[in-house]
C-alpha cells in the first residue's frame, strides 16, 4: 500500500514539476493542482495506512479495542484540501483577470519590473 | 493556562466581521477599525507584559493537554512581535484612512487588512506547526486579495508573481509538515523538539530541514529565492506595500528562526554553513539590487532583501548574542520598513511620482517630510544614534565573536551600501529641485497631507530615534527572547507542563 502511494506520489510530482515549467499560466495552475495532490496524498501515506479498522469506540468502552487507524492525517488533508480549494479558485480568477488586462498568459512576456524593463527587455533584472 | 495568547488572533477577526458588516459605512469603518487596532496593541502590550513577568504564556485550548490539542504558546519573541505587529497595523490603518480610495475601502479593503492581522499574530503565536500553516495560508489569502485589490495593471502582474511562487512555497511547507508527521507521529512544536532528535534517519531529517529552509526562505525573501518580492511589492496602494514590507517577510523570518531553533538546532554542520552563505549573498544582492534601481519602492523593496540578510546572519551565527541581534533587527526593522514605505507614499503625494527622476524639491518645500525620510532611512543604513546602528552593531560584533571576520566585512560594507542608494533618494528626491517639466503637473497633483497620514509616520520615526536612545530595554528584551530560544527546554517546559 505504501509503495503504490509512493509511486502515485512520485508520479504526480513529476507531472507537476512538468507542467510548472511551462511558460504558459494554464499549465503552471494545472501542474499546482498535481502539487497540491501529490502533497495530500503523501500526508495520507503519512498516516501509515495499514488497514486498521476505523477509531470507533464500541459502546460501554471508554477507548477503542486493539489497534485502529490514525484519523489526524484525514483530518490534516481535509484542512488542505478546503484551503487549496479556496486558493485555486482566488488563482483562477486572478490569472483570467491578468489575461483581460494583460492580453497575455506566456511568463515571458510579463517581465515588466526590472529597471527601465521597455528599453532593455532582455534585462535579467528581477524577472 | 493564559487567554492573552488568544486575544491579539482572535480580535482582528471580530473586528473584520464587523468590518464587512458595515462596509458602506465608511466612518463606522474607521471607527471600528481604529478601535481594534489600538485593542489589538493594548492586549500585545499586556501579553508582552505577562510574559516578562510570568514567564512563558501558553493556552491549550478547551484544555485539550499538549501535544494532542491546539496549542498557543507566547515566549518573548513571539510577544515583542505581536506588540510590533500592533504598532504597524495601527500605524498602517490610520495612513489608509488618507490612502485608499472610498471604492476600494466599500469593496473589502479593511476586513482583508484585519484578517491579515490576525492570520500574522497567529503565525507569531502558534505553538502547532499545522496551525503555523494554516495561518500562513490565512495570510496567504488576505494578502493576496489587498495586494491586487483595484486591479491595476501592473498590479495583476505583479500579483501574479506573487501568487505563483507563494504558493508552492506552502505547498513545500506542507510536504516538509506531512514528512515531519510520519518520522515523528506529532506536530506539536515543542513535542517535536523532543522527538526529533531520537528519530533514527538523520537523512530524511536533514531533508526535512532543507524543505522547511525552502519554504521559509521565499517567504522570508532569501538569496536566490527573492525574485518575487521586488516584482511585487512596489504595485500596490502604499499602506499595502507597507504592512507587506513590514510585516509579511518578518513571518518568513520568525518561521526560521522558528524552526532552526526548535525544531532542527543548528549544529554547525552543513545547514549553518548554507544558511551562512545564504545571509551573505542576501545582504549583496540585495543592496546592490537598491543601487542599480531608481523607483522610490522598488529601491525599499530590495532593501527589505538585504536586511532579512542580516537577520538570518544572526539566526545562522547561532550564538546568544548574534540571536539577540537577530531579534533586535527584526523590531527595528519592521518599524523602520514599514515607515519608508509611508514616507515613500507622501512623496508621492508632494511631487506625484515614484520615479525618482521626476520627484525633486520637497527638502526645500516640506522640510518636515524630509526629516521624516531622513530617520527611518539612516537608521536603516544603520547611522548612530538611530536604532539601526545598534543593531548592526550587535550582529557585527557577534560575527567578530564567532571568528567570522568575512561575515562580518560584508555586513559592514552592506551598511555602506545601503547609505549609497538611500543617499540616491535623498538627493534626487529631496535635495535636487523639482524637473522643470513636470512642475506644473506635480503641483496640480499635489494633495494636502492629511493628519491621518502624517501622524503614523511621525509616531514612527519618534518609536525608532526613541530604540535609538534608550536602547537598553530593547537589547534587554531581544536578549531575553535570545536566551529562550537558544535554551528552548523552557518553552518545551511550558508547552508540554513538565512531562518529560
Sequence with gaps: MESMLALITGCLVAGSIYLMLSRNLIHFIFGLVLAGNAVNLLIFAAGRPNGDPPPLIPPGQWAPVGPVANSLPQALILTAIVISFALLSFVFILFYRAYQELGTIDTETLRNDGPAAEVTPHSEDGA | MSGWTLIPVVLPFAVAAASLLLRNRARWQTAIGMTGAALHLTAGCVLLWRVQRFGIQVLHVASWPAPFGITMAADHLGALLVVITGIVYT???????????????????????????????????????????????????????LLVAGGKRKQLEGGVKYVVINLLATLLFLAGLGLVFAVAGTLN??????????????????????????????????F??????????????????????????????????????????????????????????????GVLGAAAHAEFRRILSFHIISQVGYMVLGLALFTPLAMAGAVFYLLHHILV???????????????????????GGIYRSRAVLALLFFIPAFSLAGFPPLSGFWAKMVLIRASLEAGQFGLAVVAAMVGLLTVYSMSKIWGEAFWKPLPAMDASGAVEGRRRLSAWSLAPVALLALMTVTIGIWVEPFVNLSMAAAHELMNPEGYVQAVLGGSP
Design chain 2, 224 to 285: 536566490p529565492l527573492f525574485f518575487w518580492l521586488p516584482a511585487s511589492y512596489h504595485t500596490p496602494p502604499v499602506s499595502v506595500s507597507a504592512v507587506f514590507s513590514g510585516l509579511l517577510t518578518k513571518v518568513g523570518v520568525y518561521a526560521l528562526i522558528r524552526t532552526f531553533t526548535l525544531l532542527f538546532p543548528l549544529d554547525g554542520a552543513g545547514l549553518q554553513n548554507l544558511l551562512l552563505a545564504a545571509a551573505a549573498l542576501t545582504m549583496v544582492t
Design chain 2, 337 to 359: 520598513k514599514a515607515n519608508l514605505f509611508l514616507v515613500s507614499g507622501l512623496s508621492r503625494q508632494w511631487t506625484g511620482s515614484f520615479e525618482l527622476e521626476k520627484m
Design chain 2, 91 to 145: 500605524a498602517v490603518f490610520s495612513y489608509s484612512q488618507a490612502d485608499i480610495s472610498p471604492e476600494l475601502r466599500k469593496n473589502g479593503y479593511d476586513p482583508l487588512l484585519h484578517i491579515l492581522i490576525g492570520g500574522i499574530s497567529g503565525a507569531f503565536l502558534t505553538g502547532d506547526l499545522f496551525n503555523l500553516y494554516v495561518w500562513f495560508e490565512v495570510m496567504l489569502m488576505a494578502s493576496f486579495g
Design chain 2, 189 to 222: 512544536m515543542a513535542h517535536l523538539h523532543q522527538v526529533l532528535p531520537s528519530v533514527p534517519d538523520r537523512g530524511l531529517v536533514a531533508a526535512i530541514s532543507v524543505l522547511f529552509l525552502t519554504a521559509f526562505g521565499i517567504k522570508a525573501g532569501l
